[in-house]
């Protein structure tokens, strides 16, 4: 082969690799494999009265304000990471009569679930960021249970919704195309059910409606003398956890039933408007309460989405007709400014190539010294020989080691937990659970927790959620959580994904199953285990959910140490064979001078 060209493809394949090392991992692994769609992560769903639907997307430490449109085409995902903290939960996006997006975001202390602030982010419909028009610096722990802001409500001038400040419900009313801060313009006292209250909703009128415990809304008016209620009455339990503004009406949706229900915002009388069990999709058999989360608009349209592990399928119409319309993909192999960049990537590397190839060519005479050429070649192979042991060996089994004694730590602090739980919440006849004691129990357990927190603050980390799950009327409910839920709730619909279901069958099973959920903190470690215990006939599963914060520093941390030492053994590495090849070559030379 000629001498140029044999020296071309070694600098086009040099320049290659360094290329490939820098950029492998971010960009061009992200275009050519399939990532993990799971850890993509999708929040706060709603739909505007055009049937767009819009929600935030988290994908790794950046989150992102995407459209979708009647079609299922996404029309656009815009960088909102600059707009809100880094480690924030994304709550709800309420879309007014003008169609301005009212998004509800919780900032949180990084590992655990304390809140240090509240804020709500108005944009356009198009995306645009107009203003933060809501923001209160707060300590308090996040409750999936309910939400610190209602669901909110608008009339032709004004947004309204209501913010709970300790045992008082503050309503305020933000006045549309003003720049100003939202004004409050009433509050009630809500000691009497604050630990009782699964969701609220306030009304244009300044009245707010509670879900409470028990099936019961309460409505506290700004006008009449007295408060109105209803209970949900049958033999089935009602757990109300949504509400949606539909100008004088309102929807509430049934957690455990998936029953959607309209009810007049005057007066608490909710009907049935679409049954959970009713089948949207004949081809599969999904049925309407499969779909988690819904939103439904102003004007009576409803979508919803349906997780499929590496994708959302939505669906979106009315509670009479309510098809498919598209799928969200979180792929980035569309992502034309990507492609472009590799573009760039490799026209780079091409002309870098042929400019070293060129200067070798006509300027050094394709006569570099026998000891520049050993030692490039040597350094370019320790190089590409370390980044692959380093990258592909040595820290994932690193990561491996460290998780699985993060893992063991885990399963070793649930036993612990259950068996001082189990002699409080056991009936006397052996492993019955009580579940009034259990919930007797959490409480206790949720308020010692509270005040460990207000005492040491930022030193508390790796915060965990526990829950007790067991099976009945044919779904996983809770027992009791440190979360609040009411006894009860859906295990499905507690945000974790569908593994988190298949965990639980596994744990029936008397098997310690660990597995990575999505929650509203983002990526984190679930832990299910069985317990010995049962109710009504069934067993009862511990899951214990924590946080990857902690375990991702110590990660990190060690990877990163390893990574230094493996670059001072490189660098020691190639000063040896430098010197190696210096003498080798001193000693070539003399051998050749004396010939």
């Not at 993509?40 to 994908?59: C, M, P, Q, T, W």
């Not at 356009?124 to 249970?145: E, L, P």
């Not at 069934?538 to 230094?564: A, C, F, H, M, Q």
């Amino acid at each position: 082969m000629n001498k140029k060209i044999l020296s071309l493809i070694i600098i086009l394949f040099a320049i290659s690799s360094l290329g490939f090392v820098f950029f492998a991992n971010d960009l061009i692994s992200s275009l050519f494999v399939q990532r993990d769609n799971k850890k993509v992560l999708e929040y706060a769903h709603g739909v505007d009265r055009s049937g767009n639907i819009y929600f935030i997307r988290k994908e790794k430490e950046q989150s992102f304000l995407v459209s979708v449109d009647s079609t299922g085409r996404q029309s656009y995902k815009k960088n909102i990471s600059d707009k809100v903290a880094k480690q924030s939960i994304f709550d709800s996006i309420f879309i007014d009569q003008d169609k301005n997006l009212f998004l509800t975001v919780y900032e949180i202390m990084p590992g655990s679930s304390q809140i240090t602030e509240v804020g709500i982010y108005m944009f356009r419909d198009d995306g645009n960021f107009v203003a933060q028009i809501f923001k209160n610096g707060i300590q308090q722990n996040y409750d999936s249970k309910f939400r610190l802001v209602s669901a909110m409500s608008d009339d032709d001038r004004n947004l309204f919704f209501g913010f709970l400040n300790g045992t008082s419900l503050d309503v305020f009313a933000y006045e549309k195309g003003k720049t100003e801060q939202v004004k409050k313009v009433n509050a009630y006292s809500i000691g009497e059910i604050s630990d009782k209250i699964n969701a609220f909703y306030v009304l244009p009128s300044g009245d707010a409606i509670f879900s409470l415990e028990s099936g019961t809304l309460l409505k506290k008016s700004n006008s009449e003398n007295r408060d109105t209620s209803f209970t949900f009455n049958g033999s089935n339990k009602v757990i109300i956890e949504r509400f949606w503004f539909a100008g004088n009406q309102f929807y509430c949706q049934d957690a455990i039933s998936g029953n959607m229900y309209i009810s007049s915002s005057s007066k608490l009388e909710p009907y049935l408007v679409m049954k959970g069990n009713k089948v949207i999709s004949e081809k599969d058999g999904i049925t309407f309460a499969q779909l988690n989360p819904v939103a439904v608009g102003n004007v009576g349209n409803v979508a919803g989405a349906l997780n499929k592990g590496s994708f959302n399928r939505l669906f979106l119409g009315g509670f009479a007709f309510l098809p498919e319309v598209g799928k969200t993909d979180p792929s980035d192999s569309k992502d034309l400014t990507k492609w472009f960049l590799l573009i760039g990537i490799v026209a780079g590397s091409i002309i870098l190539s042929l400019l070293l190839w060129d200067c070798y060519c006509s300027i050094l005479h394709m006569k570099l010294s026998m000891l520049f050429r050993q030692a490039f070649m040597v350094i370019l192979v320790i190089f590409l020989a370390l980044y692959t042991l380093t990258s592909f060996i040595i820290i994932p089994k690193s990561e491996d080691m460290i998780g699985n004694v993060h893992l063991a730590e885990q399963i070793q602090k649930g036993q612990m937990f259950t068996a001082s739980c189990k002699g409080f919440v056991t009936s006397q006849q052996g492993s019955e659970l009580d579940q009034e004691k259990a919930i007797a129990f959490f409480a206790q357990f949720r308020e010692n927790r509270s005040r460990l927190w207000l005492t040491t603050k930022n030193e508390i980390q790796n915060e965990a959620q526990i829950s007790l799950i067991t099976m009945d009327a044919g779904q996983y409910v809770l027992l009791a959580s440190d979360e609040r839920y009411e006894e009860g709730f859906p295990a499905a619909r507690m945000g974790y994904g569908g593994d988190f279901i298949n965990g639980i069958r596994e744990a029936e099973n008397k098997t310690i199953n660990s597995l990575e959920v999505m929650s509203k903190n983002g990526i984190e470690r679930c832990v299910l285990m069985p317990t010995g215990m049962t109710f009504s006939g069934s067993p009862v599963i511990l899951s214990i959910i924590v946080g990857l914060d902690v375990l991702n520093k110590e990660i990190s941390d060690r990877t990163g140490t390893i990574t230094v030492y493996i670059a001072l053994v490189g660098l020691i590495l190639v000063l040896l064979v430098m010197v190696v090849e210096y003498f080798t070559v001193h000693n070539v030379r003399r051998l050749k001078n004396s010939v």
